[in-house]
Structures are given as structure tokens and as C-alpha cells.
């Protein structure tokens, strides 16, 4: 079994995040995860590679964990006065 190099991961994961917004297909109906589950493993690698692309995703997942792994100490330490404040 051969890996997929990341070049392609990103590829991919560019695409259904621009099919999530362009086409309106949401991450969750109800308890039924439409896109949720993908765009979450393509949020995980835009935490790394691609973190301004991330906080959109992370903003309309709204899941606990990868805000938790998004918002890293750096991350919190970086964010203007204001906003930091903001944080519950």
C-alpha cells in the first residue's frame, strides 16, 4: 500500500471545504453529520500546513477538540487584546 503524498491530502481537502461553502453542504443536519466528520480530518491538516484556512473551519465545526488543538498557547498568545478577552 503505497502513502498518499500530502500535496494530494491538501488537494482534496481544499476541495470539500470549497464544496462546503460554495455549495452550502453543512456539517451537521440535525444528528446526522453531512460533511462534519470530513471536514474535520481536513481541518486537522490545515492546523499545520494551512492555519488561516483552519479557524474558518473550526468556527463553523464547532467542535471542542479541535478548537482545543487549534487554539494553541501560541495560538491565544498572538490574538489582539480585544478579542482575547472575548474568550469565555
Do not use: C
Amino acid at each position: 500500500m503505497t502513502a498518499i503524498p500530502l500535496r494530494q491530502k491538501l488537494s482534496v481537502a481544499y476541495q470539500l471545504m470549497r464544496l462546503s461553502e460554495e455549495a452550502a453542504y453543512p456539517p451537521r443536519v440535525g444528528n446526522v453529520s453531512m460533511s462534519g466528520t470530513r471536514l474535520r480530518h481536513a481541518a486537522e491538516w490545515f492546523i499545520e500546513h494551512d492555519p488561516v484556512r483552519t479557524r474558518t473551519l473550526v468556527l463553523r465545526l464547532r467542535d471542542k477538540d479541535l478548537t482545543h488543538n487549534y487554539l494553541s498557547r501560541h495560538r491565544i498568545a498572538a490574538l489582539p487584546q480585544n478579542l482575547f478577552e472575548e474568550l469565555p
